[in-house]
């Protein structure tokens, strides 16, 4: 009786045909430029991009592993970069943009040329006392340094008594008198007070003189004379700007600022450190420079010699053409 045919068992299900065993393939390292691509699209954007496009290539001859990582590293150094660009420009314009308003204004000051006062706002307006005058004055520091040693004046309520204050500017060309209007700035003649006592206007230029029909002003109080510098702090604006609302239209509307009156020079809103212009000739400007206070009858002819002499250059804006000098100020 001969033997039934031998037929093997079936492989278990799953296994694979044929005489085995079958190892799985060994798999592909991860493309080492793919990584260094993705960390170098947070640190250093442009150098991201180099690493993810040569690991691309290597992928494509090597057959390595790496690709999602060398494309998300591409496509975020290419954001990161076109947004630094975006960020480069706007820093650039802006910068640009600050450097006209600093030549324009002679830095912290006031405009070369004004705007034509509008209908009924050609005068100063009324004084009407705010709620909060003098009730809490801050003198924050800036972003530069005090230009000449000098500590702020203390923050917080200063009185409006007595109503007027008295000090004597001493020039090189005479003598003024002004008197500080504590009822309307106390926080202003708070800081001009504080900056007088500690000698911070001794011996510093009045580095800008304007005679144009629109205005006409002497400019002092910076020690380093080119229109920039400051106390290193800074505090807000007070009469006539506190008369109106913020962001009133008629803020930027010019108005007159009647000679003799002593007023802040600012870079902007709530800028005002050391600078001060004393009126010499009735002027426009918009309603946005602190008057703090008046100069006395005398000592309008010290002022007008000073106007008489001119402008370096013979320019109508610029560095008064015999230079002025503030030997010291004194309070009364």
């Not at 009185?159 to 106390?186: C, E, F, M, Q, R």
Request: include cysteine; aromatic fraction near 10%; hydrophobic fraction near 35%.
């Amino acid at each position: 009786m001969s033997q039934p045919p031998y037929y093997p068992p079936p492989p278990p299900y799953g296994a694979p045909y044929g005489p085995g065993p079958y190892p799985y393939p060994t798999p592909q390292p991860t493309n080492g430029m793919a990584i260094a691509s993705l960390i170098c699209a947070f640190v250093f954007a442009p150098l991201g991009i180099v690493f993810g496009h040569i690991s691309l290539s290597q992928i494509k001859k090597s057959g390595e592993e790496g690709r999602g990582l060398a494309i998300a590293g591409l496509v975020i150094s290419y954001l990161v970069t076109v947004l630094s660009i975006l960020v480069l420009v706007a820093g650039i314009v802006f910068f640009s943009w600050m450097a006209r308003e600093l030549e324009r204004t002679g830095g912290a000051g006031i405009p070369g040329r004004t705007t034509t006062a509008g209908p009924g706002s050609d005068q100063l307006p009324p004084f009407n006392p705010p709620a909060a005058l003098g009730a809490n004055c801050q003198y924050p520091a800036t972003a530069t340094p005090a230009d000449k040693p000098v500590k702020p004046p203390q923050p917080g309520k200063a009185s409006t008594t007595p109503v007027t204050v008295d000090a004597t500017i001493v020039t090189n060309a005479g003598p003024i008198v002004v008197h500080l209007d504590n009822a309307k700035a106390p926080c202003t003649v708070n800081s001009f007070e504080s900056l007088v006592k500690q000698n911070y206007f001794d011996n510093t230029p009045c580095h800008r003189l304007t005679d144009s029909r629109s205005l006409s002003v002497l400019q002092c109080g910076d020690p380093t004379g080119n229109g920039t510098g400051g106390p290193g702090y800074r505090f807000a604006n007070e009469y006539p700007t506190n008369q109106f609302r913020p962001f009133d239209p008629a803020l930027k509307q010019a108005v007159t600022y009647p000679r003799g009156t002593l007023a802040m020079a600012n870079a902007g809103p709530d800028t005002n450190g050391s600078q001060f212009f004393i009126v010499y000739r009735d002027s426009k400007l918009p309603p946005t420079y602190t008057a703090f206070g008046q100069v006395d009858k005398t000592g309008f002819g010290v002022i007008e010699d000073i106007a008489a002499i001119g402008i370096a250059g013979s320019a109508d804006d610029g560095k008064p053409a015999k230079p002025v000098t503030i030997k010291s100020i004194r309070l009364n």
